[in-house]
């Protein structure tokens, strides 16, 4: 089992920014692909950034340019960097990861809040 605990969440004016952080019990970042997902009410959950083990990145195209996913492997710790923050970027934001080479090891944080609110 891996367990993943997000923080960085909170309240933020529009053009601000966040930096989300996951903390992962194991070492799994060059087996896993990690990922950050965002969550309103009423809608799907979506992917908004991911990082194979290879350290291949893909970004939805709404959060290009903007929002940064990296690695700290000495920390175990998945960070988000979300800079230029608008209304709609507010969501639950959830760390995933989900194993390269077993299947069914697919692993998620509780969540965190992010706000993006004049």
């Known amino acids: 089992q891996v367990q993943l605990v997000e923080s960085g969440g909170g309240l933020v004016q529009p053009g601000g920014s966040l930096n989300l952080s996951c903390v992962a019990s194991t070492r799994i970042f060059t087996i896993y692909t990690m990922g950050w997902y965002r969550q309103v009410p009423g809608k799907q959950r979506e992917m908004v950034a991911r990082?194979?083990?290879?350290?291949?990145?893909t970004y939805i195209d709404s959060v290009k340019g903007r929002f940064t996913i990296s690695r700290d492997f000495a920390k175990n710790t998945l960070y988000l960097q979300m800079n230029n923050l608008n209304p709609e970027d507010t969501a639950v934001y959830y760390c995933?990861?989900?194993?390269?080479?077993?299947?069914?090891?697919?692993?998620w944080g509780q969540g965190t809040q992010v706000t993006v609110s004049p």
């Open positions: 990082v194979t083990g290879s350290g291949t990145t």
């Open positions: 995933n990861g989900r194993s390269e080479y077993e299947k069914d090891r697919d692993f």
